[in-house]
């Protein structure tokens, strides 16, 4: 992962103690933890340098701060008592679940409280005859399904860090996964969640019912990086575990085909448990590490999953064989066991690994476009590569056009982290020319301010401020994420105008 950016990349906040005036940073630290000594334990609370500095980023290491101190609470009463103190005492407050995070969401303040909810870990309760879970925040991905398997029972959502990743996490940042195309992403697989407001109150939005009176107000917490409330309980929709699923892993001899076959699948009806795309950079780092068995002459692959029953998938994977023989696939491989099945997912799943195996630090982008205009993205990425001097390994949820490009490069080797963080930002605005958008999956962060500006305009921007001071009027949850400023657009814009016109002209508008 990158190394730290240097100081003139950092992104001052309105109130933070200045870099070079370290006293006064202290003396604020001894204020804010006198006052929170009386509200937790002595183990819940971190405040020397040594603690802190475990804090100082999460999954974008390019991004460090730390925060003024951390505070691991155990009960809700607890971080209710911390969130109305930091309310009181006019501190900012930033929530924080496992740090696998990608674009600097949990990033602490200099001046604020990081509130870690790791020992938020507790599955609540499983109801086989509803399918749900009730389930605390820090809770991990992938121990939800393995409480579920006992009833025939998982939940859908998997992201690449399952093994790793919090629900609390995938809440703020709408995670998705593989198998997203068929079974959604987080705002499609949750029902409820618990949590406190700035204020220090419990509110509960959504639920087990089919309706709610009022506003719909859980959708627009699902993906809100933690800016509005700090989650304490998710309540999690269950899928039944399917009878069989099986794996069709195809080659192409050119991107563009396999981009045209991905859009020939949905276009013919067919919607596939997953539908990913590596291209051959991708799969030749991958191959050696996991052992997949990838074709490792081909341009790209895909690898297109059916679940359902018996009957279901091989009436199901007949069809995928035959739409894709029609886009030009070279080469085509249907798992025969689930030992098989989950050997092509593991490629797949470790590509984020597999990529430091090549370079000292990687940096994942996360961008959304058109399915028809994959093809025509990886060539541009192409002419990127050669543009930026730097290599990049190209990841797909093709299903639903949602790229996670992978930057190589070395941050110990001068220009570099800058070379690659502006060839990301270009792959971002390519995103939004085509009528994508810049972030699918991985939330905006710090990471992806400056292209939000591109995206959206200043009216659009005025009415997420407005959703965001109706939660929290002092601004004091997450401050400085997820929404530019008018100042930071204008001077963003300085240097990144684009007036409309295409920045590849060859591309095709879409």
Not at 75 to 84: G, L, S
Request: glycine share 10%; net charge negative; with cysteine.
């Amino acid at each position: 992962m990158p190394a730290a950016a240097p100081e003139a990349s950092r992104h001052p906040r309105p109130g933070e103690p200045a870099a070079s005036d370290p006293a006064a940073t202290a003396v604020r630290r001894r204020e804010v933890a006198r006052v929170l000594e009386d509200l937790l334990p002595p183990d819940c609370i971190l405040s020397r340098e040594e603690e802190l500095r475990p804090y100082e980023c999460d999954g974008l290491a390019a991004y460090r701060e730390r925060p003024l101190l951390v505070a691991l609470p155990r009960t809700e009463e607890q971080v209710c008592a911390v969130v109305r103190t930091c309310h009181r005492l006019g501190v900012p407050l930033v929530a924080r679940g496992a740090g696998t995070g990608l674009s600097g969401g949990a990033l602490p303040h200099a001046a604020g409280v990081l509130l870690s909810l790791t020992r938020f870990d507790r599955i609540l309760n499983i109801d086989p005859v509803a399918r749900t879970a009730r389930v605390q925040p820090g809770v991990r991905n992938l121990a939800v399904s393995e409480a579920s398997a006992p009833f025939g029972l998982y939940y859908a959502p998997d992201p690449s860090s399952q093994i790793a990743c919090t629900i609390g996490g995938n809440v703020a940042e709408n995670s998705g996964g593989v198998h997203c195309l068929k079974y959604g992403l987080t705002v499609h697989n949750v029902l409820g969640v618990r949590g406190c407001t700035i204020e220090g109150e419990i509110v509960e939005l959504g639920g087990a019912a089919l309706d709610a009176p009022g506003l719909d107000l859980l959708a627009i917490t699902l993906g809100s990086e933690g800016l509005l409330l700090i989650v304490t309980e998710v309540l999690l929709k269950l899928v039944p575990k399917p009878e069989c699923a099986q794996v069709v892993m195809v080659s192409f001899d050119d991107v563009g085909k396999a981009g045209e076959g991905v859009a020939a699948i949905i276009a013919a009806g067919i919607i596939p448990a997953g539908l990913e795309m590596m291209d051959r950079q991708a799969t030749a780092a991958v191959e050696p590490f996991v052992k997949a068995g990838y074709d490792l002459s081909a341009e790209a692959i895909l690898l297109a999953e059916s679940d359902g029953t018996a009957d279901e998938v091989a009436e199901e994977v007949a069809a995928i064989e035959s739409v894709l023989r029609a886009a030009g696939a070279t080469a085509l491989s249907v798992s025969r066991s689930e030992a098989e099945r989950l050997r092509f997912w593991s490629g797949r799943k470790n590509a984020f690994p597999a990529a430091g195996r090549l370079s000292p630090d990687y940096y994942c982008m996360d961008g959304t476009i058109p399915r028809r205009a994959l093809g025509a993205v990886l060539r541009a990425i192409e002419a990127m590569e050669r543009k930026y001097g730097l290599k990049c390994l190209n990841v797909f949820h093709a299903g639903d056009g949602n790229l996670h490009p992978l930057i190589l490069f070395d941050a110990n080797k001068e220009g570099q982290w800058e070379r690659a963080e502006r060839f990301g930002i270009e792959i971002l605005e390519l995103c939004v020319t085509l009528g994508g958008t810049v972030t699918g999956e991985h939330g905006v962060g710090v990471e992806k301010l400056n292209p939000m500006c591109v995206q959206f305009s200043a009216a659009e921007r005025a009415a997420f401020f407005a959703v965001k001071a109706a939660f929290d009027p002092p601004g004091l949850l997450n401050p400085g994420k997820a929404i530019p400023t008018l100042a930071r657009c204008v001077e963003y814009g300085r240097q990144h105008i684009r007036r409309g016109e295409l920045p590849h002209p060859e591309l095709p508008r879409f």
